[in-house]
């Protein structure tokens, strides 16, 4: 595959993520099929599809949210750094720690804001004192750029902030354990525009330490954060690539139809 | 701006006007249901308490009579003994009679006489020997001391026993009710609240039965069925919500475990008596059975409560820990029973609060029996508040009855005070998402 130029170039880029003929059921009905799809580091790689059409499922595959679903199955490989993480003896929470995620709704725990992005931390032994723990919430804050807002009140519940400032204290609870890749399902669309914008820079600052992987229902959104996109219907990849090249030349007319706004 | 009509505004012509009136009564009727059956239930409830509260005051108070008591040296000390030992041998009955004899010296006949001793509550030679035992000094003095009045007494002083009828079929005789009356008139008459009720056991004597050992039953009997109900109940609770896998072995506890709720309260009982009684071999009419018959009886609500309250904690929440990496276990302990305590908490103590006022179970496993003595530990026999208001309310004796009702009031007070911590605690750890 050839590189041409990119938000980022991705010339060098290596490959995180690689599904190999990944088959997802749920029970009897099948919700992906044959998926392939690479995942290059340090790249905003957005899903993009009409409702149902399997991206959040191969989302949560990626780090293995499904198996929380008794009647999931799922088929074929995901590659993480050359391991497939579907290996019998793989350990979730080692996964997790690896591969971050932001859900849809704003989900923090009913906590101070300060328990919230510790929390993280504490459970996986990374930080053992108070000093550890005073910097890794302040950095992690001042990535999620929220540190301004709430450093005066990091003891007051977390339930008390806007929707916005609880998903970026989602996204500084995620980035907390220093995943290496984050995924994030629709993680604007309960926000406001105003949000949202500042959400997306936010993504657009992360992309240089995290591999982020973005679901998202919004054309405006692939088109001004992803560096690739891939578009799923009925549960299959349609098409993917660079976003420039899915969003003003796309191959296939499928595609076009749905990014242009003709269906979905 | 028209100068139309306000088309929001229904007139008689308009063809919906009787549509929406129909409407309309058929809301107002509704809601007229809805406040004449609160009204009803406000009604019985205003009668029960009513009841309970004019019949059961009266258990708070007492009647005294003031007797002039000569502590007799020859009948306390013939010897000059005064040991311990030698006063707890004296028949003090003398005492009091001899002071009743010196206030009424007319009364000469051994009925009469009988009579005459009818009025004081063996608990006054109690009061006096108590006196001398505690102050060896008094003996051969004389002092003016408020001994308590027999229960028929006390029932003509309150008002149960009515001086009308004929004196064949009452209790009190003509001749006590002019002694009393002398008595009352001369001012050596009173009524007091009668603390005994609540630091004195169960007695067969209705003027000294008190309260207090089965509050304290009640309490060992709360106490053995909190600390074998929560642990249990709470983590079958977690265990089957959180962790359980869904086949048909845990379908068929599910349903197991709702059906024991609807099981009538005796059976637990039955099962007390066979299990804990006859297998266990543990001591009869305990506390500590009474508390393991009744944690069997909350259990199944303890299950269901907590179960629910677990189901309520949003999935996002558990999304989110499981997320960062957190173990089902870590999920469950960290996030989910933290926000679930507060619907824990209230199921656990309403189910405890149906505890205390059970009573059927209590009566299988032997704590109906007669415990004057009040329990020191939960293997001690001793009866509970239900138990207790059954018994007295079983008893012939007319001073009982508003012993029965004061019970309830206790009882009641018991419930009250549960509920409203279990509010409290709702209020307290409830909190938001």
Known sequence: ?264 | MTNSENPYIVRKDNPAHKRLLKRKAKEVRFQSYGIISIAIASLFLLTLLTTIVTEGTGAFFKTEIKLSILFDEEIIAPNGDTSIEALAKINYVKIVRNSLKELFPDVKKRKELRRLYGLMSNASELKVRAMVEADPSIIGTRSEIWLPASSDIDMLMKGNISRDIEEKLRRVKDNQIAWVDKIALEGNLRCKFNTEFFTNGDSREPEQAGILGAMIGSFFVILVCIGVAMPLGVGTAIYLQEFAPKNKFTDIIEVNINNLAAVPSIVYGLLGLAVFLNFFGMPRSSAMVGGFALSLLVLPTIVITTRNALAAVPPSIRDAAIGLGASPMQTVMHHVVPLAMPGIMTGVILSIARAIGETAPLLMIGMVAFVADVPSSISDPSTALPVQIYLWFDSPEIGFKEKTSAAIMVLLAFLIVANAVAVYLRNKFERKW
């Open chain 1, 1 to 264: 595959m050839v590189m041409a130029k990119n938000k980022s170039d991705n010339k060098d880029n290596k490959i995180r993520f690689e599904t190999r003929d990944l088959n997802v059921f749920y029970g009897d009905k099948q919700a992906l099929f044959d998926v392939n799809l690479q995942i290059l580091e340090n790249n905003v790689t957005s899903l993009i599809g009409p409702s149902g059409c399997g991206k959040s499922t191969f989302l949560k595959c990626l780090n293995r949210m499904n198996d929380m679903v008794s009647i999931c199955r799922i088929d074929g490989q995901i590659i993480l750094d050359g391991h497939n993480i579907y290996d019998k003896n793989v350990d979730v929470v080692l996964l997790r720690e690896k591969v971050g995620m932001v859900f849809q709704k704003p989900n923090p725990f009913p906590k101070s804001i300060y328990e919230n992005v510790a929390y993280g931390p504490k459970i996986h032994g990374i930080a053992s004192n108070k000093d550890d723990f005073d910097e890794i919430v302040e950095n992690s804050l001042k990535k999620a750029g929220l540190w301004k807002e709430v450093k005066d009140r990091l003891n007051d519940s977390a339930i008390g902030l806007s929707g916005g400032q609880q998903q970026r204290l989602c996204i500084a609870r995620t980035i907390a354990i220093n995943p290496e890749v984050v995924l994030m399902d629709e993680p604007c669309s309960a926000l406001d525009p105003i949000a949202t914008a500042i959400i997306e820079d936010l993504i657009d600052e992360l992309k240089e330490n995290f591999t982020i992987v973005i679901v998202t229902h919004s054309m405006q959104q692939a088109a001004r954060i992803s560096d690739r996109t891939a578009f799923f219907h009925m549960g299959k990849i349609v098409e993917t690539g660079k976003t420039g090249d899915i969003f003003t030349n796309p191959k296939l007319k499928q595609t076009q139809d749905y990014i242009t706004g003709r269906f979905g």
